[in-house]
Every structure is written in C-alpha cells, then in structure tokens.
C-alpha cells in the first residue's frame, strides 16, 4: 500500500549520512546510530534484523555503566564505528566508550566548564537530548549556552560557541542538527519569557551564520516576502500583530526537541515551545509562532513555511516534539508527510512541502478542544476550557500540560508495518493563572496546574499508531506516565522503557511484550541500536529518572538531605519503584 | 528591556508593601543606594580550631508576623519564585523550602543571604531587585508554612 521499502529507507539512511558528512565505515551507516533520530526523518527506524520478534525474549543486559549523575538521562548514546559516545546532563560529560575491548573501557572523557548558574534557569531539570556525528566531530550542546565541537578521535576540543545567554534565561538541552556545514542549535526557556530562536553555525570554525527568531518582525523571523508562505495565513509581520506592543519579546516559543531534515526539499523542521506567560491573557491573539512547526532552509535560515498547532496557548502546549518525515499512501495517493504527536494531544499528519494539514486526531483524551478543522487548519476550542487570570480555576483539562507525550520522548516509525509508536501519558489537570512579571532570568510563568489521573485509572500508555488513517492499532498500558522515546527496527521489535524502570521490547505488529529487565532507574532516554565490532546486534539505553519535577515531585530524589518532598498524589508510589541514578544499558540476545 | 521597570512596581503597589528600594528599581539597584547588608557569621559550618571568623548575625525584624506572611505569600508568587521552588514552596526544579531542612543554612542570616545574594547551583540574587524588607518578608512566609507530618520516612503500600 504504501510505496517506502525497507530497502529504500536503508539507502535514504545511507545517503542522510553521507550527505551529513559522516564517514561510512563498511559496517554501513544501518549499523551505527551517527544523530539523534537515527536518520534526517528521525524515524528511530534501523534495518538490523538480528533481534527479530521471534528471539527478542533472551535479549538480556551483557553491560553497564554509571555516569556518575543523577539527573534525568534524556537522549541517547551515539554509534560511531566501534565508539560509543554519551553525553550526561550537566555538567555535560562526553565519553567516548572503546566497543571493540573487553569491557569496553574508555578512550577518553571530556569535561567542559559548564557554569552552575545554568542549573537555576532550567525549568525542567538538568537534562541533554544527545549529540550529532558529522565531519569527524561530535558535536553537542552544554546547559549554560554553548555548542561544542569534539574531535572524534582523539577528544580535543575543535571549537566552542556561545549561543545562548543564561541571564536572560536561555539554557540549551537540545541535540543539534548538522547539514552540509551547518550546525543548527536552539535554546529551552519558554518558562523565563525567551525571544525564541534556531542558529545556524559553521560546521568548520562554530561561528554563527545566521538566526532566526520564533516570533517578532519577519526580518527577524528571516522570513522572506514570496519566499515565506504559511498555508493558513497572510500578511506581513504575523509574529508582532498576533500579539500585543511587545509582548513577543518576551514570548518564549523556545526550540528544545528535535530536528528533522529532508534533503530533496532541502528544509529542516522543528517544533516551538509554548507561549509565555502561561497567564494567556497577559497576550491576546494567536502568538505567532509559538507551539508550531516551522520550516526552514539550512543554509541561511531563511523561513519557507511555519504551521501553528496551538493557536494563543493557554495550557502549556509546547510544539517541540519530533517532526518525523514518513512517505505514505493517505485517501490513496502517495504523500510526502510530516508526523507529529502534539503536547495538546493531537496527532498531526502534515503535508511537509507546504505544510497542509491532512490528518488531525487525538491519540489520548481531548477536552479542550472537540477536534482539529481540516479546511482552516484551528482548533475548534470548548469554551470553557479557556483559561486565563480573570477565569480562576478552570477545572478538568486534558491532556495535562505535561502532554499527552512529552516532547522529550520522540516517537519512532517503521516503513515495514507502515505504524508509528510512541509514550503517551494519561493526566488531566486543574489551571489556576494569575498576571505574571517579567523579571529578567526569573521564571515569566504565572500558574498552578495541579494534575490528576485521566480516564481509566492508567498513567501512561505504549502505543502503535497509522498517521495516514489517524487511528490507534494497539496499546500497551503503564500504570505510569511513559516517558521514553520509541524505537522500531526491521525484526519488527519496538522497544521503550517505564517511569518506573522496566526496559522492554515488543511485537512490533501486536504490542505483546517479549523481554523487560529492570533497569536501576526509571527510563526518560530513548533506546537505540547497532551492530559491534563483533558483528552482533546490541541494543543501548539509558536509565535515569528525572526531567521534570513538577510531574516527579521530586519523592524519588534522595540526594539532598535539605531536600524532603512528600510525593504527588496522583503518582504515590512511583518512589517504591525507583529512585534516581544514570546508568547506560547494552542487551544482546 | 523596556518593560522591565513598570512591570516591576506592580507587585510593589499591589501588595502595598513597605519595601525598600521599590520604587527606585528604575533608577538604581537598591541594594547599593541603601548601602549593603553586613558580612554574617555562619556558625553552623566547621570553623578551623573551633574559631568562628567574625561576621554579623542577623535577626529577621518581622519574624512571626502573620499579616507579613501574608505579604510573602503574595511577594514568593509575584518575583517568581514559585517557577522553580512550586507553588507553596513544597519544590520543583528548586529544592522544598518548606520542609524545616535548609541547604545553605537555616538561621535568620543564612537564609537571608541565600535570597539576597543568591547561592551557586542557579538561586538567582533577589537584593537588587526586592531589598531587605523584601527578603525578610519572602524569610517571614517561608518560616509560616507548616512542616509536614513524619518527614523523614516515606512508607509504601496500601
């Protein structure tokens, strides 16, 4: 039905390497994992067929290794011929692991100067979402607000770049996207009234070429006449005339998630964060072009195409999960698509040449709006799930502003069943906002958003999903929020971890579990795998909870004696189940 | 940024509080046209040969004051401090500060100069921005919440 081969996607594999600039070893690039998403469309696809859903249940750890930090371990290692590379949250530790060596000992560790004060301007704990290989470098970002280009081989730093400035709080958790030669970065901060933006630095020498801001003046938002076409508005300047005098300089729309690329159009894709402050009413209008998709060109930035999700965000509904770039068959015809799991727990399946909506369904329970129009694109809204400082407490909204996934857990797709999988997480949550100031590195927010239990008594699901369709094929549920990312491969295998520290694989055609272990700590990584130097496939994740700890509580954390937190009521016994640490996992068969 | 001073006189007039420097933010830090507070003595650090290096010891003007409380209540939700220590102090990416535990010390001075003059590890400094009285009445609010019950152990299970 649907024309993308598994074959072909190995060879699109192949070609998004060569053209990042990676070398491509004999092993082939299906055998590494060389960027965050596994490939330019983040598929989190692989075509290893080692572990197949017939032998995946002794699948068991062969290795383990502490990091020696305890905050969440979002992201994902890196596969580099026989190099494993992981990055940790602050203070942002590389190192690089020997996988051809008994034990597989390191080759080296590289510990940058990362400020502390960049700990205090992290909204959601201290993570990193992992590193990029191209040019021989590996290249990644540091908490305090710069971007680093690592030798390799050998570990020696090539160059470091500020991007971002702490005092206005701007921290970077995101993993760059490398084009040819540019380095394209962002900064997290929707939480202290950030001027959004996505950089693009030279790949060679870390200076930065262009930037391109979320909202303000299309001079700043490089957003072309005739060269910028929205599919759903027009006119000049629609990142200042949807907002009030101002407002958008200090109107987040921060870039934490993940990056896409398709090398035809020749356009990358992310998602923005949400509108600050979280009191909406402090903003009236549409808030161009926060909680959106936007399209860019990598070389200089310019803005082809922006799509806005969340129209004047009033629950926290951050765009910044996966765009995933997935050719398939809709109504019968053959569509470049993009695919994406919304914060606002919709899932959006867009047009990715001009960013036409083509399927919007919800894939958890929806209430604060009844469903998405196809012809204009919005939300049709209830009412009364509006919220607002004058408005009080508006009760029973769903998803909870944690999202029906978390962007920090990204989806995974497979060109063999044609099906997406992802976390999702069943909260719902009361929304009290009250008039916010801006005080320069202070968090702009406004809110208490206490959260409770959606439909069903479950916290968190694991599910498969037809984006051409917009329907739901099978379901795993979790008796806690999931907060993992998703990965598939050609054995037809899924595999995520639980929050509460289980690391599974799955049917990827059924659901039914194979193998679980558990992992130390509760999952917030995303797995991935590679072939070794010994020809066998091994499959990587990290353990570690942590990543936000308005969700967490914080019950679960034991390191600070000054530091006691009775647990949210809505998840009680998640710290019977674990606690943190920061431990990488390798199982084999 | 230009928003900066009007936005900042609004919490000071909403809650009508006697807060030094409010009105001056504009124009200078506060802190510094008032003169800055005294180096303070941590007595509860180890002190080389038992000797405790001088320093001043302060005392919060209005500790035990309700209506001042209030005021804090008020003040801890409008310079943000709620967006990284939760709504009522009970911890979010910012430690729990209303568990009786205290990482830099929990004297009058030690919590003093925590909010004055921030702490590493991300605690920004709130002097230049509220002044003394504004901390005090933050420490005032902070000493108000009750503790909760059997702090130390979590038992699990139903």
């Given amino acids: 039905m649907r024309p993308v081969s598994a074959a072909s996607l190995a060879m699109i594999l192949t070609l998004a390497a060569l053209r990042a600039g990676a070398a491509a070893p004999a092993a082939g690039a299906e055998g590494q994992w060389l960027m965050p998403g596994g490939d330019y469309a983040t598929t989190r696809f692989s075509a290893l067929t080692q572990i197949n859903s017939t032998n995946a249940r002794t699948l068991h750890p062969v290795w383990t290794f502490s990091t020696g930090v305890l905050a969440g371990h979002e992201g994902q290692p890196l596969v580099v011929g026989d190099t494993m590379y992981v990055i940790t949250p602050w203070p942002n530790v ?26 205090g301007v992290s909204c959601c704990d201290t993570v990193n979402r ?116 101002d407002a ?36 009236p209008g549409d808030n161009k072009w926060t909680s959106s998709v936007l399209a860019r060109r990598p070389e200089d930035g310019s803005l ?63 209430n604060w709006a009844s469903r998405i129009d196809l012809q204009s694109g919005r939300p ?45 997480n069943n909260l719902c949550m009361d929304y009290t906002s009250t008039r916010a100031t801006y005080l320069k590195g202070t968090p702009f927010m406004g809110i208490n958003s206490p959260y409770s239990v959606g439909p069903g008594g479950y916290l968190g699901t694991f599910m498969a999903w037809d984006a051409a369709t917009g329907r739901k094929v099978w379901e795993n549920k979790e008796e806690f929020p999931n907060w993992s990312g998703a990965l598939v491969t050609a054995g037809d295998v899924a595999f995520y971890g639980t929050l509460d520290g289980w690391f599974k694989s799955v049917d990827a055609r059924t659901g ?57 009521d809505y998840v009680k016994d998640i710290g019977a189940h674990t606690s943190q640490g920061g431990l990488i996992w390798i199982f084999a068969l | 940024m230009s928003p900066l001073p009007s936005q900042l006189r609004l919490p000071c007039l909403l809650l009508g509080l006697a807060v030094a420097g409010c009105s001056q933010h504009a124009a200078a830090p506060a802190a510094a046209s008032a003169g800055a507070p005294p180096s303070v003595s941590y007595p509860s650090h180890v002190n080389a040969d038992g000797r405790v290096p001088p320093g001043a010891t302060l005392h919060n003007p209005h500790a035990g004051d309700k209506a001042v409380a209030a005021n804090g209540a008020q003040l801890f939700m409008a310079m943000n401090c709620d967006g990284c220590h939760g709504p009522g102090a009970a911890g979010a990416v910012g430690p729990n500060l209303g568990d009786g535990r205290w990482r830099y010390g929990g004297s009058d001075s030690e919590v003093f100069m ?44 139903k």
């Fill in chain 1, 130 to 245: 992992g590193a990029f290989y191209a040019d021989g470098k590996i290249i990644y970002n540091l908490l305090d607000g710069h971007t680093v280009a690592i030798d390799a081989r050998t570990g020696k730093e090539l160059w470091k770049t500020q991007i971002a400035d702490v005092a206005s709080g701007e921290t970077v958790t995101m993993a760059p996207l490398v084009v040819k030669d540019r380095v394209i970065v962002g900064a997290a901060g929707g939480e202290f009234g950030i001027y959004g933006w996505t950089k693009g630095l030279d790949l060679k020498t870390g200076a930065v070429v262009w930037t391109g801001h979320n909202m303000g003046p299309d001079t700043e938002m490089l957003a072309k006449p005739g060269d910028f076409r929205p599919p759903y508005d027009t006119g000049a300047d629609l990142g200042v005339h949807t907002w009030p005098a």
């Fill in chain 1, 512 to 568: 039914k579990v194979l193998s679980k272990f558990k992992v130390g700590s509760g999952v917030v990584g995303n797995p991935i795998t590679f072939r070794g130097p010994d020809g066998k496939q091994y499959v990587a994740v990290y353990a570690g909870i942590g990543g936000d700890w308005l969700l967490l509580a914080g019950d679960v954390r034991s390191d600070d004696p000054a530091d006691v937190r009775a647990p949210a």
């Fill in chain 1, 380 to 424: 049709v809204l209830d009412p009364s799930k509006q919220t607002g400082a004058s408005k009080g407490t508006v009760k029973d909204i769903c998803p909870c502003l944690e999202g029906g996934v978390s962007p920090a857990s990204p989806p995974a797709y497979s060109p063999r069943t044609h099906l997406f999988y992802s976390s999702t």
């Fill in chain 2, 114 to 157: 925590s909010i004055y003059y921030g702490r590493p590890k991300g605690m920004p400094a709130f002097g230049g921005a509220i002044g003394e009285d504004g901390v005090w009445t933050l420490a005032t609010y902070l000493r108000s919440l009750p503790l909760p019950d059997n702090l130390p152990t979590q038992s699990f299970g």
């Fill in chain 1, 248 to 283: 958008w300089r200090t109107g987040g729309a921060p870039v934490w998630g993940w990056l896409s690329y398709d090398p035809d159009l020749d356009l990358f894709f992310y998602g923005s964060g949400n509108a600050g402050p979280y009191n909406a009413e402090q903003r």
């Fill in chain 1, 94 to 119: 590389l190192y690089a692991f020997d996988l051809s060596k008994e034990g597989y000992p390191l080759r080296w560790k590289y510990r940058p100067d990362v400020s502390p004060n960049a700990i």
């Fill in chain 1, 304 to 366: 082809v195409w922006a799509y806005q999700f969340t129209p004047h965000d009033s629950w926290d509904y951050d765009s910044t999960g996966a765009m995933v770039l997935a050719d398939l068959t809709i109504g019968g015809k053959p569509v470049k698509a993009l695919v994406h799991f919304d914060k606002n727990g919709f899932a959006y399946t867009l047009d990715r040449a001009t960013g036409k909506l083509l399927v919007a369904e919800p894939f958890v329970k929806v």
